[in-house]
Every structure is written in structure tokens, then in C-alpha cells.
């Protein structure tokens, strides 16, 4: 579908969404576009009599030659995991094998064998590592080779391998005349090159390229180029160009280091220099608000890759005193041939990525990038650690790369592999926390045509684009045929309504309207929104307890106009869940207000949740029992999570509380409306509209808890939204999606 005028030149250009259309494709173009086809949780993986809840990670992953087996490092579990890739959609775990003494920080591979980087240091004061060199086939130990310090990333390319050997700083440790986790810390770090000379890894040696003097001071070199603490250059992460010459961040440093492999010499130091980026949220105050400014901060660039043989890119997540929030483009020499400014912080925002838990230290965080070429084509894949999305630009011109794709992972992404023999790219994640469902994975996209519609917000005059997250409602625009409106929880404030175009692929929201209350910004917990034929909202707030618990009117410009409160024989048999829902039948007085709770109250019949009908025009209640499905356990209950009025039905989202591989329940059902007033309790009779489960699965992604809100719009085409919880305990991706273009 087009793109209409409206939308600014911005959001033309960063229009693209995971499982999604890039702007280009909308305009005809022949970029290769990534669907997301498979997601492979790394605990069933876990070797056997391993608790699944254990942590578990894929940090750095490799593939073999031909791209058939994927292996990945899980630093807590002291292992390395083997997952089968002969069919991208489908991953099999082939099980793990133990890193005895250590834990593996990266690994490669070369012909028939993986080097696994292990880290064995005791202290930080006695850094210790050794690369392991493993035979796939049988994953038989043919060879260890001593590092001589704490190694960090491994990279590989003809024959040789460089491992940065960073002996890391302790940042509880305080220097002479500094603070807690200041550099200089003895010893300091340096690069070990691996000769891969012959088939056979008995006669491969290593060599050491020290970056400090025998003494432990400075070279000129280090000095010369003005990096933070030349005496602890810490180096962090590596990258091999077709010339043999390996280029190494210096993170903490704030600089890049260039060696030739074969001879050992070390060609140039530089600085990545410092950046004032401006348009960005520099406030942890759950407000989404892109003013803020970053003032004279170092890049300190984590991931680095050629681009060619004499272009460099670096992800500048920061460490102890920089980060700025996206992602540079250098020549070999240092020059800043092109910098990403506020623009990655802004995908975030556009997308609903946005992490105000990170804005007070380093936004987004860019931290893994790598550079593959699909289809003829050049493109830089760079990760947000924070924000939990992966960007793709096309760097045909590396002076002014072009975004195409944005892509959702799982939490944390950290290693970042393109397999263009193949046509996949593979994104493995490191967080993992089975207490908030949330686990760690290996995630495959392919080059393919992506289908999902998805949902982004238009941008401004100036660039910024409206931010949004946290839906927790959905509702028809009256009157219109493709229009929705949206409603945040309390995860952000104040509360905004959202107006969202979905005659648009991926869908826009619009604008976004502030609600009031006495003239100020309001902050509710809003669960749910019902737009009303005369204009203005119904808007369901939960409470943290009973009494919180309010119908909130608003008028057409966001100003709450009353309050109504729940009956106190309600709200007094409530627990932490409370209304979750609203709907609204008829006008004028006729107009009907439907609402529906979350969990059973104190009292009720077992598994029956009830559903309210609240008449404005006399203040009235009446109650009715909705037929909910049991439980599977205590934790893992069922609930309901909206309401829509349609076609004489109401129109209901019932789901567990469970993601991932334990989501089980998630379905829309309805009942008649009902009618007459009812004596005592009566339980409605609900019928099964859909199972979304295999809506949900289908993504292959990471299946979302919180489905929360459910509209059809005027022309009868219904819209799912999932909450995205801020991407707070979460992945943060926001699952919008119709499942047919006509509901019966």
C-alpha cells in the first residue's frame, strides 16, 4: 500500500519494522528484506538433568563452512551449544559441550575445527585465558594454546586468527589518584595473532603483539593518538580485512588500533573522538521525551567491522564514560566519514523500543555490528543491547548509509552473524531470566518476502518521531474505516491516546493526544479505551487496589471531564488485578459502557470473571459472569485483558500469563450482548472466535504474553496489539497484526 503525503521525509526513511516492509520495498525498491523465521530458546538445548530455569545464554555465535551448524558460547553454564541449521525455520539443538575451567567469551571456526575463546582468570589481577581447538565432527579436544591473559573476542579470516586480550579493569577496584573503576590496572591488555599455517592444528603458533612497553608503559604510538590511558589500552573486540590487517577496538580507551597480521606491526592508533548528540532522552522519569542533550562524550566503540579494505564501522555503546548512542563510519586513517547522531536513539522511539530505563546512562546502547553482503549488496546489521532491535543499512556508499529494516530479537542481543551463503542472519542474545519469562536464544532471519504489517509512528517537522509503547487498549475510530485509537499504561506518563492509520503497511500512528485532568498531564494505569459516536473516551483505569479503579471520561481534546468509581462491593473483593477493559454500545442516553476485570473476585464462583455494564445517563451498574478457563497453575494463571462491543456481540481477549514456549492460552471468544436487568450473577455462554497462538507463533519470534487490546475497524478488519511493558522484563516488541482482512 502507498505511504501517504503526510508522513514526513523522516518517517519515509525509517519506516521499516521487524518481519516487515522497508521503506524501499513500498517504493518499488530491490532490497533484500529479513524475515524472522525462526526463534530457538538455548535452555532446551541445556544438557540433561540441567534445571531448564537455569541461566543460559548464546552470547558470540559461528557457523561451520557450510552454514549448517551453528555453535554458541554460554559464558554462565561454562559451555559451548551445537544447534543444526539444515533447516533455517526449524533449529535443533545437537547439545553442548563443557569449556572445563572457564567460560567461553567468542568462538570461530576454521575448516573442521572450532576455536573456543576461554577465559580462566582467577582475579583481575591475574587475567588467564587459552583457545580451545575442537573437531566438530566429534567435538574431541585436539588442541589447547595458552593466551597468557583474559581474552575477549576471536576473529578468523585466511590464515590467521586475532584474539583481543583485554585483562579488563575491575570496576570496584580504585587506581592512585582515581575513582572506582578508573584505569590504569596492571596488567594491562594486548593482542595475540594465531598462525594458521597447514591443516593440521598441531603446527599452528601463536604470536603476542604487546600494546604497552616491557615496562608497562605507554608506546608512542597509543600516546600520540590522545586515547584515554595509552598504558591500559583494554582491548575489546576484532575485525579481519581482506589485506591481513585486524583492526581492534580499545573501548574503555575511546580508540581503535590497526595491525598487520603477518609481520605483527602496529600500523595506526587513533582515536574515535568525542560527539555532542542532541534530540535525545537523557531522563529515567517514564517520559518519552527526545529533548535532551549528550554533551562532549566519548564514542567508546564496542564492535567493530570492515566495511572494505579501508572503511571501518564501530557501534559506540560506551563503558565508563561515553556512549553515544549509534554508530560511526571511519576510514582507516580516523577519519569520521560518517556518524548515525540521534538517528539510531530515533528508531527506537519510532518503533516502540524506546528504553527510558537506560536514558540517564547510554540510550540504546549499540553494541554488536557486522557487515555482510546479500544479493550483490553491502549491509551493516548493528544490535541495541538495551532496546532489543537490530538495524540493517545499506552501505553500497559507507559515507552515507541508508536504513532499510528494522528487526526485533529476543533480549539483549549480542552476537551478530551474517551467513550470505545461506541468505540468513542470526542474531544470539544473552539475557535470560525464567522468573519474568524472559530466556535467551538464537534467532535466524532469512532474505525473504516479510508479511507482517506491524505498526510505527510518523515524525515530526523537525525529525523526531512521536514515542510510543506500553498499548494496553485498542478501540474503532467512529466514523472511519481504518482508523484505531491506542491507549499506554502507567509504564510511561502521562497517558497518551495514540490515533493509528492502518490503510498504511507497516500501520502509523498518526498523533498522539495527551489526557489532562484540571489543566495538567494526567497519569493513569489506562488498560483500556472506548471511543464514543459523540466524541471523546471511556478510558478503564487499574487501581493498585479496589478503590483505584475508575471508568475515566474524557472529552475530544484529552481532558478528563469525570471519574467514576466502581461500586465498593466490587472494588473491596478485588486483588492486584482490576479492570482491564472497555467497550461502549449506543449514544447520547442511550450510551452503554462495557467493562470487563481481570481475575475472579473474593466471593465469586470459581473461574468466573465478571463482566460490568454501567448505564452514564442514571449512574447504574449491573454485573454479568463470564465462563473463564481454569488455570494451568498458581503462577501461570488466566485472565481476561479486553472488551470490544461488535455485531451484537461482546467480544473478549482471554489469555494466560505466560511467553514464549510456555504461552498456552491466548484467544478471543465472545458472548451476546446482554440484555434486561440480572438477577443474582447470571453466566454468559462464550463462543470461540480464534486461537491466536498460531498468529502469535507464526511471527517466529518469541510468543508475547500480554496480548491487551483487540478493535475492528470500520470496515470490519480486526487488529491485535500486545503490551509491550516498556521493554522492561520484556523484549519490547509490539506484536500489531490483523489475522484476516473481514471479521464474521
Known sequence: MRLRMRLSAGALASAALVAGLSPAAHAGG????????ATYPVFQNLPAGADPADE?????????????????????????????????????????????????????????????????????????????????????????????????????KGKYAAIAMENQRDEDVAPEGGEEGDLP????????????????????????VPFTKADGSALPAFTAAGIDTPSDPEPEYVSINGRGRVAVTLQENNGVAIVDLASGRIEKVFSTGKVTVSGVDTEEDGVLSPTGTITDVPREPDAISWVDDATLATANEGDWKGGSRGWTVFSASGKVLWDAGNSFERLALQHGHANDDRSENKGTEPEGLTVGTFQGKRYAFVGSERSNFVAVYDLSRPSRPRFVQFLATNAGPEGLLAVPSRGMFIVSSETDDASVGVRAGVQVFRLG?????????ATGRDGTPIGWGALSGLSA?????????????????????????????????????????DGAPAAYDAEGIAARRSGGFWLANEGAKGPGNLLVE??????????VALP??????????????????????????????????????????????????????????????????????????????????????????????AAAHKKLYSVALPTGEPAGLPVLQKTLVRDLLPDLASLGGWVQEKVEGFAVTGAGRPWIVTDNDAVQDATGETVFLSFTKRLR
Do not use: C
Not at 589481577?125 to 595458552?146: E, F, K, Q, W, Y
Not at 599455517?197 to 601463536?206: C, E, Q
Not at 474524557?554 to 471519574?563: C, F, L, N, S
Open 30 to 37: 530491490k532490497d533484500p528484506l529479513f524475515e524472522r523465521v
Open 56 to 156: 543460559t545464554v548464546a552470547e558470540i555465535s559461528a557457523v561451520t563452512e557450510d552454514g549448517r551448524t551453528l555453535i554458541y558460547t554460554d559464558a554462565p553454564g561454562e559451555r559451548v551449544g551445537f544447534l543444526d541449521l539444515s533447516k533455517p525455520g526449524s533449529p535443533k539443538g545437537l547439545g553442548t559441550l563443557a569449556t572445563e575451567g572457564g567460560q567461553p567469551t567468542s568462538v570461530a571456526v576454521v575448516g573442521a575445527y572450532a576455536l573456543i575463546v576461554i577465559d580462566t582468570s582467577e582475579s583481575f589481577t591475574a587475567p588467564s585465558g587459552r583457545v580451545d581447538v575442537v573437531r566438530i565432527a566429534d567435538r574431541t579436544l585436539v588442541r589447547s594454546i595458552d593466551l597468557g591473559g583474559q581474552p575477549d573476542s576471536i576473529a578468523v
Open 185 to 208: 590496572q596492571a596488567p594491562a591488555g594486548f593482542l595475540q595473532i594465531l598462525d594458521l599455517k597447514g591443516a593440521n592444528p598441531s603446527s599452528w603458533g601463536v604470536r603476542k
Open 449 to 457: 518476502e516479510p508479511s507482517t504489517p506491524g505498526l510505527i509512528s
Open 477 to 517: 475510530e467512529p466514523g472511519s474505516r481504518d482508523g484505531l485509537y491506542a491507549i499506554s499504561d502507567n509504564a510511561y506518563a502521562p497517558t497518551r491516546i495514540y490515533s493509528i492509520d492502518t490503510d498504511e503497511t507497516p500501520a502509523v500512528i498518526t498523533s498522539a493526544l495527551t489526557v489532562t485532568k
Open 554 to 563: 474524557v472529552d475530544a481534546k484529552g481532558a478528563v471531564t469525570r471519574e
Open 568 to 661: 465498593a462491593d466490587i472494588t473491596s473483593r478485588m486483588g492486584a488485578q482490576g479492570l482491564e477493559g472497555v467497550t461502549v454500545t449506543g449514544s447520547g442516553a442511550a450510551e452503554t459502557v462495557w467493562v470487563t476485570l481481570q481475575r475472579p473476585l473474593t466471593g465469586d464462583p470459581a473461574n468466573t470473571v465478571r463482566i460490568g455494564r454501567f448505564a452514564p445517563a442514571t449512574g447504574t451498574w449491573s454485573w454479568f459472569g463470564y465462563p473463564i478457563e481454569p488455570s494451568a497453575s498458581t503462577a501461570n494463571w488466566n485472565g481476561l485483558s479486553e472488551i470490544t462491543a461488535y455485531d451484537g456481540r461482546l467480544i473478549v481477549v482471554e489469555r494466560d500469563k505466560a511467553s514464549g514456549t
